[in-house]
């Protein structure tokens, strides 16, 4: 019965493939996406997840969005301001965007300069806790100069303007909608948080928070002939095996996001013939981060894992060196992501103009490195383990509680037990881990551990903010009540002056140079940071979809509105 | 009857304030962060901002008092509002998700109906199935039926719902593609069409759960059947020349109903409970999932408001399986 449907379908399907080339707004019916994080709100201003951001994306839109390469593509904008073209002044202290003409929000009203400047104000409200704050940094004054033409003023020079009203992270809200909902009002105003009036192609229909949203073509969308789809049904939650399952093998959905899952798995899915995965890399990079400050439970709570004691081992860059020789990346990928994954030597693997493209750590080299820590005067003990000088290179190595982690966990023990290093192994839950309880022993902020693993990466394609987390002092510690962004507790004079060059210079080769000296210093010059795996991102859709490009840079539902049945 | 009713009905309120207070407590203490799913990107200081926008900034007494009023006090009004039109509640702050800042009850409730339909469902379908698999396995110890029916409620007590749940995807939606393996929750029935595709979508989840409810309380019937079948009653009653299906029907089935009953009505706060595996398995999305998620999610007033309510329908369901011992045995009396 679901066969002969499938088939009649198919068959009309290629009946209609002519009118397809042209196709008007809503001729191709309904499109299924499944996300197996469900979305719980569709403000991305009052939630981080990446969830959240990607559904409203289909709804609320910014001024420009990343491309799949890490291009700027404008969006509400007419174009990309530049220093060229006179958006960004030359001092870089301001960038003027001007929106389209004649943009209107699916309720019919016009969409103006005003609304942009309400963003700002709802983003940057003291009491609002606003998800998105970070991409207003440095803004001094959001100005309507006419009614299409919006002048972001910063307190300094910004040689990368492009924090507010740009990518999926802070989309343009209408003023209108959102006028009573301002900082401490924000959470009251439910209906506005689930049904944002937008300016996307899709809106709203039903929003049932953790579960399902139903959306329906924008007729005031501003390309008469988008989308091709009248509906959308963006079911979440279960886990990423089912939503993988519901595309490649039942073919139930059409699009399913962020198929974390073993490599075989996944083949062996995609042999059902429904649809395929696809992949695609950004940032998120995989990486083992050494502690520069000891650990030991035997200090007391004010100098534990601070600048006060510096590791008694990891503090030999010989040591911190073998470690990364001593791991073979190809197999880790194999093991963990296959076609998700590639072994990386860098911090920032991507865009291609700021990666080092560093492959020196890509071949294992145990003999190296046991020759080098003998070198050092660490020498081999009657227990297989190295010592000098009374201090044994015995490691705690903690992650989160993951599969995959786990058994990296386990393949990284056993390669530095042939170079004479003990491991201990520990895992904590994700929710543990990464929340910032300053009262828990057991976050990565707190590091009571030699060595850690986790991901991350960088929002949009500027890796400023992203290496200058490294600066000396910004590590957590107990006067910061543990918050800071420098995990290793990295401290080099150096770097701190390569940061605050790179926060002057605009000129973008230089940038470029700059950033790639950066990398180097944090993992090939001083082993501080040992990168694993750059990994991208999987992700299913049904045969019968066209259009998807997946974008690592942006929303991966960037481009929906080109999306078609074939 | 009525008095011993009031009086535990009173009891009830400071034993439930208690849970309340063990229940805050518990998540009080327990390690998490609402801020750890959001992404590393967003920087320390903005995480601590909105922390403080959750009106985690405030000490645990001052938001274990206001959860208390929340709950007791303005969410009742809200019900009395939206079912009389009143307006007692109008700006009062309610219990709002850390998740989803929208109130918690309004999710509860969009959530109940795919709960009740699909785990009530299947309990009353394991009811059905479990009381005379029960009895005729009694009635007919260790022949083949009875051996079958233990070797099956064996499996349905020892294989875990996502185990099942997935072998049976993998059986009837992947290979024999009979059934959607994704729960449809918008679906409507509105017609006789729309009930067969419900009808389709419940199927697995129901299976999956009736399993496991069957094999719980056929158990209990037998055992109880089998106590009773032996005493000096049925000996009497089959003396009288009583038919055989009058003696076990009648006489063994309603004395041996009496454990059951407790078992099935303390069962039924389950239904409301969801079944999280289950839930998860067929991405029903009711009750069972919704604490999960905010489990995972660190979404505490969710937790402690979801927590609550099993707790006071736990409370209410043991009073009413105490008031059932009084009209199936008529020597129980209350006053």
Redesign the interface.
Known sequence: MKFNLAMIAATAATALMPLAASAERGSDGEVKIIYWQAPSILNPYLSGGTKDIESSSLVIEPLGRYDPDGGLVPYLAQEIPTIENGGVSADQTSITWKLKSGLKWSDGTPVTSADVVFTAEYCMHPEGGCAQLSKFNGVSSVDAVDDLTVKVTFTEPKPNPYGPFMGGQSPIIQAAQFANCLGAKAPECTDANFGPIGTGPFVVTDFRPNDVIQLVANNNYRDPNKPAFASVTFKGGGDAAASGRAVLETGEFDYAWNLQLAPDVLAQMASGGKGQAISAFGSLVERLEMNLTDPSPSLDADTRATRKAPHPFLSDINVRKALSMAIDRELLVEVGYGQAGRPTCDLVPGPKVYASGNTDCLTQDIAGANAMLDAAGWAMGSDGVRAKDGVRLSILYQTSTNAVRQDFQALIKQWWSEIGVETELRNLDASVFFGGDPGSPDTFQKFYADVEMYANNFDGTDPQAYLSAYRCGGEPKPESQWQGENINRFCDPAYDALIDELSRTSDLEKRYALAKKMNDMLTNQSFTIVPLVDRGRVSAHSNSLGGVVLNTWDSELWNIADWHRK | MLNYTIRRLVLAVPTLLFISLVIFMLLELA????????????????????????GLGQPAHIRFFKWIYQFFVIEPQVLCDALFGTHFAEGE?RV??W?????VM??VV??LPQTLWVVGVAYLVAVLIALPIGVYSAYRQYSFFDQAGTFITMIGFSVPPFFSGVLV?VIF??QL??F???Y???HKVTDWESFMVQLKQMVMPVMVLALQITSQISRFMRASMLDNLNQDYVRTARAKGLTERVVVLVHVLRNSMIPVVTVIALGIPQIFGGAIITE??F?V?GIG??LI?AI???DLPMVQTLTFIFAVLIVLFNLIADLLYGFLDPRIRYD
Do not use: F, H, Y
């Not at chain 2, 390690?31 to 959750?54: N, Y």
């Not at chain 2, 998740?99 to 109130?103: F, K, L």
């Open positions: 390690p998490g962060d609402p801020m750890a799913q959001v992404p590393l990107t967003v920087p320390p200081e903005v995480k601590e901002k909105m922390r403080e926008a959750l702050l709002i998700s998740q989803t800042r929208s109130p309004d999710i969009q959530r995807i939606s992947v593609g009979w959607p393996s994704i449809d929750t918008t998860q398995v991405k999305n999932q919704l998620t995972q999610a660190n």
